[in-house]
């Protein structure tokens, strides 16, 4: 009877355990003591949250937001935009045109360099409009496609265009560096899948380093030619990616972050902080219930190609609850849409087309159309007695309102003797539906981009089963279209833009329509010099050309705690002509991973060892 | 399970462009090459049997959306989940099985109570609400813990602080998903220990003489722990497929986060690659658990 030898061993074992729990306590709780930051240096780090993760940062391949972020920064064009969004200088000082307005003279700034030390000349420029029509670049080739480019001197660009182009001679595209992109960018394959992380660029901050779904780095480049008046006062800019809204809005209020897109519900609660400046920024975009006009491939519901009920329907939609309930005051309702982010371009409503909430003139409406509910169950029909006026409204579920805007929609047109039902789809699954014209109405939006051919292209008849979510069109419109494309007196355009738009209007297929605000919002303790594109209600961040982060200067006061680094001084950027390279995804953080990995792959080991062992010796007892 | 993965995305009839296009106006001729250039325009069929052909020689093909070869994507996150759902895992293991021990052998008393109705409550609670709930809790009330990522941002660290660093950003995100799995080996724990309880080689050995601990370490648990390896197995199978609500809640740049980020496209290679790898991972540890059977009890080596 061994007991005696067994107990001491037992009280080990079960101290062990315990042993094992006291340690793991202690440890969590010391590791949330240690201090984040060990040392101090003197670099200035701009850290900016947002809720869009990157795909890749190839500018062939990607095209998000997010993304858009990185490149405008690193890439210069030949022009860019000033803060009205009109044309202003950039690798390009000024430009000339010919008489017949097809040919176009730039004149590069003198001593262009590359962030690298290498010349930026007009070779550069040639090749890019070259290669980007024959690999056929996708953020290049609607601006490009047309033009031929020759290069008379290292500073001088002549470039013609086969057609008319009203944009000439805005050449905003991105441009490359031709040393690098050569090389690897061989067809429109590989100028894909190249991972572009080579942070080669001319634009006042190139990318340092970039962690898939962490962030991206980029370091002021030291050979920038710069802005008038400016002086970077950022040396480093991280976009930090958050998979959650209500955890990014913490870390700005806790001061991890210096800047980011906000979400509506966040605004009560930031805007009481005294260090956060919440801006709510324009740019054209809204968020519209559209009809189906029924010249698509499929047809709606009879009565959605009167415009008579759709008029009605406008009325009975409450466009300023969706403004103050959903949107929490942070937008406006819209009467008419934008067709580029340059308010120039949109025109004056007709007041008889603004439907302003009256459900008792919308019921009147459909009673002398003829719309009556002659069985008395509370849905009207049709003139003729049948067919009763129930419609079908795609919710779509990618977006963050879709599901009540879609539930407010169904009371407000059960007001006026429309029965909804929502049909909940998701982005691809809506876009496939509209597409095919296969229903009645739909929640969702457009950006609009600086060119305004982009979004008046959406309503022409060409666009049927494809980008016309409207599924209508007019002849009319399709001529405007046309006209204004290669309309080269820009106040003969406007006003082609501006009767193409009311003629769209004017067949009321968007309603209750809601430009919502996009809210930025920074913290105004650390970083002075924000600057809002377009000037009067702009963002200050992700716009056209976002001039603000080269504009920034830390506040004075009191220098910014995530200018606390440890160590070493190897990330400044060096002198003039050594460059702030490009590296690879981060490992360090990845190291940490394979260390842990390793020690859980070694416990997990150790303690099937064990159980195996002492089965073994309990066999070999018995 | 490889054919069961490219027909499971395709059921959703949407078109990948179609996402990548709205709102750009691209060229007809320059969307139609690119549908070229994904094999898209290609019937499902012949989709298909590339497809086979493709995997069988372990090309996963390239992603959609970062036009980067799917095994690379899949290779550079995968870490970040092992660590997370691995330290995770082992955690709640320890502590789920202790717990379920002291609950049976204690059972019927407060002890028993509290962990059984403490852990279920906390196996029931949706994991990304109770990730919410440390996050403000111990990164915005406390101010202890960063708020997500899996390092701070902005500054540069090398050797022990880099490690520390890391622990510290692994901290919330593996203590939300081991409290969230202590339940289920706590409770398999204690009805197994129950059942082993009330056999009668216990009470021969009680009999013996035996200490209430010998009795319990030496003789009742090594039996009762069988369920308990099973369940240990399977769920390390399903570590790869990571936690998606949590990953997102943390901001965890791990294969979750990829999986939420692939369906929205939808990026059908990356998607595939990322199935073929869970489901892989799910067998892999079904065979492991069976295999430690052999070792663990006798009885399955007669057979």
Redesign the interface.
Same mark, same amino acid.
């Given at each position: 009877m061994p007991s005696d030898d067994y107990i001491p061993r037992t009280q080990t074992e079960v101290l062990g355990l315990r042993r094992i729990v006291v340690a793991l306590t202690v440890a969590a709780l010391s590791l949330s003591l240690v201090p984040g930051a060990l040392a101090q240096e003197d670099r200035v780090v701009l850290i900016v949250g947002l809720t869009q993760n990157w795909d890749t940062l190839n500018p062939n391949a990607g095209y998000l937001v997010s993304e858009w972020e990185v490149w405008t920064l690193q890439y210069s064009g030949l022009t860019t935009f000033d803060n009205d969004l009109e044309i202003a200088p950039d690798l390009a000082e000024s430009w000339v045109g010919s008489d017949d307005g097809l040919t176009w003279t730039y004149t590069l700034r003198e001593g262009l360099l590359w962030s690298d030390g290498t010349p930026l000349t007009a070779d550069d420029i040639v090749w890019n409009i070259e290669t980007s029509i024959e690999q056929e670049w996708w953020n290049h080739i609607e601006t490009t496609e047309n033009l031929t480019a020759v290069a008379t001197d290292d500073r001088t660009v002549v470039v013609t265009s086969a057609v008319p182009d009203p944009n000439l001679p805005s050449l905003s595209f991105l441009v490359f560096p031709r040393h690098i992109w050569e090389p690897v960018a061989t067809d429109a394959d590989t100028a894909a899948t190249y991972d572009a992380l080579d942070g080669v660029g001319s634009g006042p901050y190139v990318l340092q380093e970039y962690r898939p779904s962490q962030s991206v780095t980029m370091v002021a480049n030291p050979n920038w030619s710069g802005w008038e008046g400016s002086d970077p006062g950022v040396d480093e800019i991280v976009f930090r990616y958050f998979g959650n809204a209500d955890a990014m809005v913490s870390a700005l209020q806790r001061g991890d972050i210096d800047a980011a897109n906000i979400p509506g519900s966040a605004v009560a609660t930031l805007e009481n902080d005294p260090n956060i400046e919440v801006v709510a920024g324009f740019q054209g975009g809204w968020e519209q219930i559209a009809i189906n006009g029924g010249m698509g491939a499929m047809e709606p519901h009879p009565a959605m190609m009167d415009r008579e009920v759709r008029r009605a329907m406008a009325y009975a939609v409450d466009t300023q609850a969706i403004v103050e309930d959903l949107w929490y005051g942070n937008g406006e309702e819209i009467h008419v849409i934008n067709p580029s982010i340059n308010p120039k371009w949109t025109p004056e409503v007709d007041p008889s087309l603004q439907f302003a909430y009256n459900p008792a003139t919308a019921n009147e409406i459909l009673d002398n159309a003829g719309y009556r509910d002659t069985n008395n169950d509370g849905v009207r029909e049709m003139p003729d007695g049948t067919n009763p006026l129930r419609i079908r409204h795609i919710v779509n579920t990618n977006t963050d309102l879709g599901q009540s805007i879609g539930e407010l929609f169904a009371g407000w047109m059960e007001a006026i003797g429309i029965e909804v039902e929502l049909v909940a789809l998701d982005s691809d699954q809506t876009g496939t539906v509209i597409a095919e014209g296969d229903y009645d109405t739909f929640h969702w939006g457009w950006t609009p981009s600086n060119n305004p051919s982009g979004m008046l292209s959406v309503f022409i008849s060409d666009e049927i089963e494809a980008w016309n979510d409207a599924n209508w069109y007019d002849e009319r419109l399709d001529a405007l279209y046309e006209a204004q494309r290669i309309e080269l007196d820009e106040a003969a355009r406007i006003s082609q833009v501006h009767e193409a738009v009311s003629i769209f209007t004017e067949a009321v297929i968007y309603i209750g329509m809601v430009s919502g605000a996009e809210l930025n919002a920074y913290r105004s303790d650390r970083f002075e010099g924000w600057v809002r594109q377009p000037t009067d209600d702009g963002p200050i961040m992700f716009t056209m050309s976002s001039p603000s982060y080269a504009l920034l200067q830390p506040v004075a006061a009191e220098p910014a705690p995530t200018t606390t680094v440890p160590g070493t001084d190897t990330t400044a950027p060096g002198s003039a002509t050594t460059a702030p390279t490009g590296t690879t995804p981060a490992d360090d953080g990845g190291g940490a991973n394979w260390l842990l990995i390793g020690g859980l792959a070694a416990a997990v080991a150790a303690v099937t060892a064990l159980i195996v062992s002492r089965r073994r010796s309990e066999d070999e007892r018995e | 399970m490889v054919c069961f993965n490219f027909f499971l995305f395709r059921i959703?009839?949407?078109?990948p462009l179609?996402?990548?296009f $709205? =709102?750009?106006? @691209?060229?007809r001729e320059?969307q139609e090459?690119?549908r070229a250039?994904f094999g898209l325009d290609q019937p499902l069929f012949t989709q298909f049997l590339y497809y086979l052909r493709e995997t069988f020689t372990l090309n996963l093909g390239?992603?959609y959306?970062? %036009?980067?070869p799917v095994w690379s994507?899949i290779m550079? %996150?995968l870490?970040?989940t *092992?660590?997370l759902l =691995?330290?995770s895992a082992?955690?709640a293991g320890?502590?789920g099985t !202790?717990g379920g021990i002291v609950a049976a052998w204690r059972r019927n008393t407060w002890k028993d109570r509290f962990i059984t109705s403490g852990t279920m409550v906390f196996y029931s609670l949706p994991d990304f609400w109770l990730g !919410?709930l440390l996050?403000?809790g111990?990164?915005?009330v406390l101010?202890? *813990?960063? @708020?997500?990522? !899996? =390092?701070?941002?902005?500054?540069? *660290?090398?050797g022990l602080?880099?490690?520390?660093?890391?622990?510290?950003h692994?901290?919330l995100p593996a !203590?939300t998903l081991t409290i969230a799995y202590l339940g289920e080996y706590a409770l398999v724990t204690r009805s197994s220990l129950l059942e082993v309880m009330s056999e009668d080689y216990l009470t021969v050995a009680r009999a013996? =003489?035996? $200490?209430d $601990?010998?009795v319990r370490?030496?003789h009742a648990l090594?039996n009762a722990?069988l369920p308990v390896?099973t369940l240990a197995a399977l769920n *390390?199978g399903f570590i790869l497929s990571g936690a998606i609500a949590v990953?997102?809640?943390?901001?965890?740049?791990g294969l979750g986060?990829?999986t939420a980020?692939a369906i $929205?496209?939808?990026d059908f290679p990356m998607l595939q690659g990322l199935f073929l790898l869970f489901s892989a991972s799910v067998i892999l540890f079904n065979l492991f658990a069976d295999v430690?059977y052999l070792?663990?009890d006798?009885r399955v080596e007669e057979v």
């Amino acid at each position: 009877m061994p007991s005696d030898d067994y107990i001491p061993r037992t009280q080990t074992e079960v101290l062990g355990l315990r042993r094992i729990v006291v340690a793991l306590t202690v440890a969590a709780l010391s590791l949330s003591l240690v201090p984040g930051a060990l040392a101090q240096e003197d670099r200035v780090v701009l850290i900016v949250g947002l809720t869009q993760n990157w795909d890749t940062l190839n500018p062939n391949a990607g095209y998000l937001v997010s993304e858009w972020e990185v490149w405008t920064l690193q890439y210069s064009g030949l022009t860019t935009f000033d803060n009205d969004l009109e044309i202003a200088p950039d690798l390009a000082e000024s430009w000339v045109g010919s008489d017949d307005g097809l040919t176009w003279t730039y004149t590069l700034r003198e001593g262009l360099l590359w962030s690298d030390g290498t010349p930026l000349t007009a070779d550069d420029i040639v090749w890019n409009i070259e290669t980007s029509i024959e690999q056929e670049w996708w953020n290049h080739i609607e601006t490009t496609e047309n033009l031929t480019a020759v290069a008379t001197d290292d500073r001088t660009v002549v470039v013609t265009s086969a057609v008319p182009d009203p944009n000439l001679p805005s050449l905003s595209f991105l441009v490359f560096p031709r040393h690098i992109w050569e090389p690897v960018a061989t067809d429109a394959d590989t100028a894909a899948t190249y991972d572009a992380l080579d942070g080669v660029g001319s634009g006042p901050y190139v990318l340092q380093e970039y962690r898939p779904s962490q962030s991206v780095t980029m370091v002021a480049n030291p050979n920038w030619s710069g802005w008038e008046g400016s002086d970077p006062g950022v040396d480093e800019i991280v976009f930090r990616y958050f998979g959650n809204a209500d955890a990014m809005v913490s870390a700005l209020q806790r001061g991890d972050i210096d800047a980011a897109n906000i979400p509506g519900s966040a605004v009560a609660t930031l805007e009481n902080d005294p260090n956060i400046e919440v801006v709510a920024g324009f740019q054209g975009g809204w968020e519209q219930i559209a009809i189906n006009g029924g010249m698509g491939a499929m047809e709606p519901h009879p009565a959605m190609m009167d415009r008579e009920v759709r008029r009605a329907m406008a009325y009975a939609v409450d466009t300023q609850a969706i403004v103050e309930d959903l949107w929490y005051g942070n937008g406006e309702e819209i009467h008419v849409i934008n067709p580029s982010i340059n308010p120039k371009w949109t025109p004056e409503v007709d007041p008889s087309l603004q439907f302003a909430y009256n459900p008792a003139t919308a019921n009147e409406i459909l009673d002398n159309a003829g719309y009556r509910d002659t069985n008395n169950d509370g849905v009207r029909e049709m003139p003729d007695g049948t067919n009763p006026l129930r419609i079908r409204h795609i919710v779509n579920t990618n977006t963050d309102l879709g599901q009540s805007i879609g539930e407010l929609f169904a009371g407000w047109m059960e007001a006026i003797g429309i029965e909804v039902e929502l049909v909940a789809l998701d982005s691809d699954q809506t876009g496939t539906v509209i597409a095919e014209g296969d229903y009645d109405t739909f929640h969702w939006g457009w950006t609009p981009s600086n060119n305004p051919s982009g979004m008046l292209s959406v309503f022409i008849s060409d666009e049927i089963e494809a980008w016309n979510d409207a599924n209508w069109y007019d002849e009319r419109l399709d001529a405007l279209y046309e006209a204004q494309r290669i309309e080269l007196d820009e106040a003969a355009r406007i006003s082609q833009v501006h009767e193409a738009v009311s003629i769209f209007t004017e067949a009321v297929i968007y309603i209750g329509m809601v430009s919502g605000a996009e809210l930025n919002a920074y913290r105004s303790d650390r970083f002075e010099g924000w600057v809002r594109q377009p000037t009067d209600d702009g963002p200050i961040m992700f716009t056209m050309s976002s001039p603000s982060y080269a504009l920034l200067q830390p506040v004075a006061a009191e220098p910014a705690p995530t200018t606390t680094v440890p160590g070493t001084d190897t990330t400044a950027p060096g002198s003039a002509t050594t460059a702030p390279t490009g590296t690879t995804p981060a490992d360090d953080g990845g190291g940490a991973n394979w260390l842990l990995i390793g020690g859980l792959a070694a416990a997990v080991a150790a303690v099937t060892a064990l159980i195996v062992s002492r089965r073994r010796s309990e066999d070999e007892r018995e | 399970m490889v054919c069961f993965n490219f027909f499971l995305f395709r059921i959703v009839q949407t078109d990948p462009l179609a996402h990548m296009f $709205r =709102g750009r106006n @691209i060229p007809r001729e320059l969307q139609e090459n690119l549908r070229a250039a994904f094999g898209l325009d290609q019937p499902l069929f012949t989709q298909f049997l590339y497809y086979l052909r493709e995997t069988f020689t372990l090309n996963l093909g390239v992603s959609y959306h970062s %036009r980067q070869p799917v095994w690379s994507e899949i290779m550079a %996150r995968l870490p970040a989940t *092992l660590a997370l759902l =691995g330290s995770s895992a082992l955690l709640a293991g320890i502590f789920g099985t !202790m717990g379920g021990i002291v609950a049976a052998w204690r059972r019927n008393t407060w002890k028993d109570r509290f962990i059984t109705s403490g852990t279920m409550v906390f196996y029931s609670l949706p994991d990304f609400w109770l990730g !919410m709930l440390l996050l403000v809790g111990f990164s915005v009330v406390l101010g202890w *813990l960063p @708020i997500g990522g !899996m =390092g701070t941002i902005g500054v540069t *660290l090398t050797g022990l602080p880099a490690v520390l660093d890391y622990l510290k950003h692994l901290t919330l995100p593996a !203590m939300t998903l081991t409290i969230a799995y202590l339940g289920e080996y706590a409770l398999v724990t204690r009805s197994s220990l129950l059942e082993v309880m009330s056999e009668d080689y216990l009470t021969v050995a009680r009999a013996k =003489g035996l $200490r209430d $601990r010998v009795v319990r370490n030496r003789h009742a648990l090594p039996n009762a722990l069988l369920p308990v390896v099973t369940l240990a197995a399977l769920n *390390l199978g399903f570590i790869l497929s990571g936690a998606i609500a949590v990953e997102a809640v943390f901001s965890w740049p791990g294969l979750g986060q990829a999986t939420a980020q692939a369906i $929205r496209g939808p990026d059908f290679p990356m998607l595939q690659g990322l199935f073929l790898l869970f489901s892989a991972s799910v067998i892999l540890f079904n065979l492991f658990a069976d295999v430690l059977y052999l070792y663990l009890d006798p009885r399955v080596e007669e057979v």
